[in-house]
């Protein structure tokens, strides 16, 4: 019922930049949150970066001071501009999306993933 919709995934030196986006679309549902998770092999998923809609933000501490999270709530996009991008930041980059039924209740939804890597 919501359809999340990512891109901006690629491929980087150290030191370089990407930019992410993620747009979630749907029926039925207000849009309380959007973030960025990624997944190492073997690791749990891990919060990268997430914005609410009251403009509040999160960061993990590997990122913060060289990830920035965004959003536009009317269109119900985020942006994540990712700088200083590090080898240690290679995954894969996962959007979640928490969206809010009219009768109150919260479902989570993901997108597919798209990978970043970045060489040493």
């Known amino acids: 019922q919501v359809q999340v919709v990512e891109s901006g995934g690629g491929l980087v030196r150290a030191g370089g930049s990407l930019t992410l986006s993620c747009a979630a679309s749907?029926?039925?549902?207000?849009?309380?949150?959007m973030g960025w998770y990624r997944q190492a092999p073997g690791k749990q998923r891990e919060l990268v970066a997430r914005f609410t809609r009251g403009g509040s933000t999160n960061y993990a501490d590997s990122v913060k001071g060289r990830f920035t999270i965004s959003g536009d709530n009317a269109k119900n996009t985020v942006i994540l501009q990712m700088d200083s991008l590090e080898p240690e930041d290679t995954d894969v980059y996962y959007c979640?999306?928490?969206?809010?039924?009219?009768?109150?209740?919260?479902?989570?939804?993901w997108g597919q993933g798209t990978q970043v890597t970045v060489a040493s």
């Open positions: 979640k999306v928490l969206a809010k039924s009219s009768a109150g209740y919260t479902f989570q939804y």
């Open positions: 749907g029926d039925g549902f207000s849009i309380d949150a």
